[in-house]
């Protein structure tokens, strides 16, 4: 599970995503992708663990007021090592040798 911790309010969490539970430990990865077709007030975070990954808007209004997207969720045949991101693409690198290009 993925939660946002506000830097105004370190005490408090709000959940963003859960993914699948997985027997095994997998790396926990997340990637600011820069979307210039969203206003200056939403952020564009790529999060990934085990086998899926998911692209997810996020829009901070202040206070305890944000706001959460889910556009894409993708689950893949390997678990995820590593990825970068460079709109409108997200590269992923899997522990078979294989990089799946998203968009």
């Keep these: 599970t993925f939660y946002a911790v506000p830097v105004y309010k370190p005490d408090s969490q709000i959940k963003m995503l859960t993914v699948q539970q997985s027997s095994q430990v997998h790396p926990v990865l997340i990637e600011q992708v820069h979307d210039p ?4 007030t939403w952020s564009t975070l790529v999060l ?13 209004l202040g206070d305890d007021n944000v706001h ?3 556009r894409d969720t993708t689950t893949l ?5 590593n990825m970068a991101g460079l709109y409108p693409w997200v590269a992923l690198l899997t522990s ?5 290009l998203r968009e």
Excluded: C, K
């Excluded at 077709?37 to 200056?40: A, K």
């Excluded at 990934?48 to 901070?60: I, P």
């Excluded at 045949?77 to 090592?81: A, E, F, H, N, R």
């Design 77 to 81: 045949p390997s678990p995820i090592l």
């Design 48 to 60: 990934a663990s085990g086998r899926e990954a998911s692209v997810v808007d996020m829009q901070f």
């Design 68 to 70: 959460f997207v889910t």
């Design 96 to 100: 078979d040798g294989l990089v799946s």
């Design 37 to 40: 077709t969203l206003e200056l």
